[in-house]
């Protein structure tokens, strides 16, 4: 089955530093590749998507993603985080016939200190 | 535009009992999807419908159930409540565009307590 994979559970960051967070997702064929954020007591919003193309795909609040094929995955990055950061991350993916069915990793939890 | 809406935002039920969820898309979405969100098993694909039809359907008991209107409003049903309900679910809207290049805008959920 179809399944993603974020490593990190919980990260810890100061303020200023760099982030990336891993996500692979484990289906072969042709895949969308979203990340999500929730930040406390609000609802999910699309932080960034890719379906083709360019494999850098740039979101909002400064995110980036890379999807490289060969290693299934679809890294989140931010050259510096902020205290407004403080969220949970969600990369989730979905075939092209299956478009309403998103497939979720288990969310990293992004904690910056100020 | 107005955003992807559910009702009710908190529900308390007792073992046995049933709920029905609401949600309405977003204006022009005829896409909607369920999903349920716990702390153990993250956010979990319920159903997704089309069209008042029911498009997918995730790996859920028969509990579980859901309609879309004309309106393309859903609502899901929950029967025979179990404590493991609980729950917030979430309810995603999309454009639904023939290709499969859609994203899915979520509501603020109906965090449902079985006690």
């Known amino acids: 089955a179809q399944s993603v994979s974020q490593h990190n559970h919980h990260v810890i960051l100061s303020e200023a530093a760099s982030l990336e967070l891993g996500c692979n997702y484990s289906?072969?064929?042709?895949?969308?590749l979203f990340w999500y954020v929730q930040y406390p007591g609000q609802h999910l919003q699309l932080l960034l998507k890719y379906f083709s193309g360019d494999p850098l795909v740039k979101g909002i609040k400064g995110f980036e993603a890379e999807f490289i094929k060969s290693k299934f995955s679809f890294n989140l990055r931010k050259p510096s985080v902020q205290w407004s950061d403080t969220a949970e991350y969600f990369c989730a993916v979905n075939k092209p016939g299956s478009q309403g069915n998103l497939i979720f990793g288990k969310g990293t939890k992004l904690s910056v200190k100020p | 535009k107005a955003g992807v809406t559910q009702t009710p935002r908190y529900l308390i039920k007792t073992r046995g009992q049933q709920v029905t969820l609401s949600c309405s898309p977003i204006s022009g979405h005829r896409s909607v999807s369920w999903y349920q969100q716990t702390p153990g098993q993250g956010l979990q694909f319920l159903f997704e419908y089309f069209s008042e039809t029911q498009r997918n359907k995730g790996n859920f008991p028969g509990r579980f159930s859901g309609r879309q209107f004309s309106n393309s409003r859903s609502e899901m049903n929950v029967s025979t409540l179990e404590l493991g309900d609980s729950a917030l679910y979430l309810c995603?809207?999309?454009?639904?565009?023939?290709?499969?290049?859609?994203?899915?805008?979520f509501g603020p959920g109906t965090r449902l307590t079985v006690l």
């Open positions: 289906y072969g064929g042709t895949v969308n």
């Open positions: 995603a809207s999309s454009l639904s565009v023939a290709g499969g290049r859609n994203e899915q805008f």
